[in-house]
């Protein structure tokens, strides 16, 4: 059984259907006691890089948005994608003006039956459109409406994407969570995580 706990803010841990354990943007909350196969950093703000609270396994690794961005002479950006034991990760596009595209990314991550998109620090993107292809099982999505996307915006993000269930994170700066602002976010299939609780299947 696949398991992946919200621990606030912007911050989870997923532990796999094999035993693979990977921490995504580790800052917020409890629950890094498990030591890490892969920390995955999507960007250098300090509220997403604390890779210290993170103890690797002996050929665990920190892979941050620089390792997943590739970028042509034109300024193309390229996404890459990676296979860590039964979980593949897929970088994708994750900007607005306070998160550079070439310097930022979020995950589509895809382990046992569920595929979730963790969009991190970001706004309305183009490249959103493409994530309606990937049918998604859940996408968690900033509402704080100061660094990203406002709880409306997000909405319509949650919209275009068309994940079967939507949930609000990223919230009041320094907070892990705010039950007012995830009951703000008006997504059709919303569900609200507390920092602590799972899900699992």
């Not at 997943?68 to 990760?89: A, E, L, M, N, P």
């Not at 930022?104 to 991190?120: E, M, N, P, Q």
């Not at 996408?139 to 993000?157: H, S, T, V």
């Not at 008006?186 to 569900?191: E, K």
Request: aromatic share 8%; with cysteine; proline share 4%.
């Amino acid at each position: 059984m696949a398991d992946f706990l919200y621990q606030g803010h912007g911050s989870f841990r997923l532990v796999s259907d094999a035993g693979c354990v990977i921490y995504i943007d580790p800052f917020a909350g409890e629950g890094y006691d498990l030591p890490a196969d892969l920390v995955l950093v999507s960007h250098e703000h300090g509220d997403h890089n604390q890779v210290q609270l993170v103890a690797l396994k002996p050929d665990g690794k920190i892979l941050r948005a620089k390792d997943f961005i590739s970028q042509d002479k034109d300024g193309t950006i390229h996404y890459q994608k990676i296979q860590q034991q039964d979980v593949q990760i897929q970088a994708v596009a994750a900007y607005n003006r306070n998160h550079p595209k070439n310097a930022c990314v979020g995950f589509v991550i895809t382990t046992g039956s569920k595929k979730l998109y963790l969009a991190c620090d970001t706004s309305e993107t183009e490249e959103m459109q493409e994530l309606a292809k990937e049918q998604l099982d859940y996408a968690f999505l900033p509402i704080d409406g100061i660094y990203n996307m406002d709880a409306q915006q997000a909405a319509r993000c949650a919209k275009i994407i068309g994940a079967k269930q939507n949930v609000p994170v990223h919230m009041k700066p320094g907070e892990l969570f705010s039950q007012q602002m995830a009951e703000s976010f008006p997504a059709d299939n919303r569900l609200i995580l507390k920092p602590g609780e799972e899900i699992c299947w």
